[in-house]
């Protein structure tokens, strides 16, 4: 028996109210251009909307527009979506909790995540939605998700909670030592003062 191997979130779809709702949150609010349309092609009645995240993947609705918007809190029952997290620069996030104060749009505020910060808001239709920016860059040739696991081991070996910033530096510090080779005979840390 084998596995079905995943090579990444091909896209998200997301069940919609009217179309103009669904341009105004995620290209007007979010930034994702809207990038073709067509119908659902499992439900004539219905529109199928897509905008690109950012990275290349798809962001899709199915929007009819004898919907009404709902604001209230989707469903965080078992098997359903808790939150949906958009990764964004440093810069960006930064500017977050003005930009969605300019909006009226109500929000956490910034939460510490150790690893990441985060913001938590609900679009127009209850979804909670998550802007999360990292704290760190992984060496070249790394993933977010390499430094992370490494980190993670850093973290249980010496018993401590949460990964934290200085899991994130060992992590990476031991990432890069692994795979960068060195003409050096030791590589223990020094001071030169």
């Not at 007007?28 to 990038?35: D, E, N, R």
């Not at 808790?82 to 929000?107: C, N, P």
């Not at 956490?108 to 985060?118: E, L």
């Not at 998550?130 to 070996?157: C, D, N, Q």
Request: net charge negative; proline share 6%; charged share 25%.
């Amino acid at each position: 028996m084998q596995k079905l191997q995943s090579q990444g979130v091909h896209h998200i779809t997301l069940v919609g109210a009217d179309k103009q709702t669904s341009i105004d949150f995620w290209e007007g609010v979010l930034g994702m251009p809207f990038i073709f349309e067509q119908p659902n092609l499992d439900k004539a009645s219905e529109s199928h909307i897509y905008f690109d995240p950012g990275d290349g993947r798809l962001i899709t609705i199915f929007t009819d527009e004898n919907r009404k918007p709902d604001p209230n809190r989707t469903s965080t029952d078992i098997g359903c979506v808790h939150h949906i997290a958009f990764s964004v620069s440093r810069v960006t996030f930064l500017q977050a909790v003005a930009r969605l104060d300019e909006r009226r749009i109500e929000h956490t505020g910034v939460k510490d995540r150790g690893f990441m910060d985060s913001i938590y808001f609900q679009d127009p239709l209850g979804l909670l939605v998550e802007l999360a920016s990292y704290r760190f860059e992984p060496p070249h040739g790394f993933t977010h998700a390499e430094v992370l696991m490494e980190a993670h081991k850093i973290r249980v070996a010496r018993r401590d909670y949460a990964i934290a910033e200085v899991h994130l530096a060992d992590a990476i510090q031991n990432l890069v030592e692994s795979s960068r080779p060195t003409l050096s005979n030791d590589r223990s840390p020094k001071n030169p003062y």
